[in-house]
């Protein structure tokens, strides 16, 4: 298994659903914090820092995010799987996202703390930014 570095990011995130052939909204991207942008042909995905999202925004608020430590080459395999492995055997729920640099983690509020007991048990080192 592969012993990685994690931070965990100070903020809370939320996943929202837009039109598929809508716009990005200037909100998702106001602050220098994690922001993820998916478009598919039945949605655009937006994961940004949830005070930005507006009230009436389609959205499932309360995520934190975990950031591993990076950069990894594309050949290099099994990060998500010592990160998510360990957390759905305790029954912790994440949503993983991969960048070109690195990987990022997605949790709801209340599995943080347990999320972060289970990886620190697993090996892995722990840092709060």
């Excluded at 716009?23 to 991207?29: E, F, Q, Y």
């Excluded at 993820?36 to 934190?64: F, I, K």
């Excluded at 290099?76 to 993983?96: D, F, K, W």
């Amino acid at each position: 298994m592969r012993l990685l570095t994690l931070f965990v990011l100070p903020s809370s995130y939320a996943f929202c659903r837009l039109h598929p052939d809508g716009h990005i909204p200037h909100w998702a991207l106001l602050g220098n914090e994690f922001i993820s942008l998916t478009r598919t042909d039945e949605e655009l995905s937006v994961v940004c820092l949830e005070e930005n999202v507006p009230e009436d925004a389609q959205a499932e608020r309360g995520w934190r995010c975990i950031k591993v430590e990076g950069p990894f080459d594309f050949s290099v395999s099994g990060v998500h799987a010592s990160l998510a492995l360990p957390l759905a055997e305790a029954n912790i729920s994440v949503m993983g996202i991969a960048t070109y640099q690195t990987d990022y983690l997605l949790m709801k509020e209340q599995d943080l703390e347990p999320a972060i007991a289970v990886l620190s048990k697993a090996g892995h080192t722990i840092r709060r930014s």
